[in-house]
């Protein structure tokens, strides 16, 4: 009964610190101004190699100069890059490249499109918050979340039978005394 009430602390205490990183990966770049990317090529590796956990802040389109990175959408918002500036006309449209390209990517990137700069970067951190890693995440906090309901319970309902059986020994006992 013992070893089942530690382990559910330490279940207990290993999901607050799990959710607490998790609440501050994903709050305080939001309350920093900025958001998260994960790169998902290598077109600008070694820089941000693929897997890559990007922190973009935003930026003007005014202040982004030739050979600063950007981060933008592409096709309507479904994907996002991160690539180099290498020429730029006026300040709506930004020709980029990535650099482990030798040449420079068809299309242009309009500064609507423009999610802004990275400022800080941790390599290879970005694969465990792929969607299907936050799934199984999800998944396992849901597991352990059952198994700490379950125990829980079971050690309430073990709990009732034995005041029960106080009390009844209680009143059994003043009744023999009068």
Known sequence: MKRFSRMGITI????????????????????????????????????????????????????????????????????IKTRRVVAKEGEEIF???GDASEQMELGLVSSRNLIGQPVLHFPYIGHFFSRRVVN????????????????????????????ARRTRIRSDSSEKTF
């Open 136 to 163: 199984i995440a999800i998944f396992v906090f849901w597991i352990f979340a059952g198994f700490l309901t379950f125990i829980t319970i079971w050690m309430m309902v073990e709990q009732f039978p034995s005041k």
């Open 12 to 79: 207990s205490i290993g999901l607050i610190f799990f959710m607490t990183i998790s609440l501050a990966i994903v709050l305080l770049p939001h309350l920093l101004g900025m958001r998260f990317v994960i790169t998902q090529d290598d077109a600008m590796a070694p820089s941000y190699p693929n897997g890559s956990l990007i922190f973009v802040r935003s930026e003007d389109s005014e202040e982004i100069l030739v050979g600063d990175v950007i981060t933008y959408y592409v096709n309507q918002g479904e994907k």
């Open 95 to 97: 020709y980029t490249k």
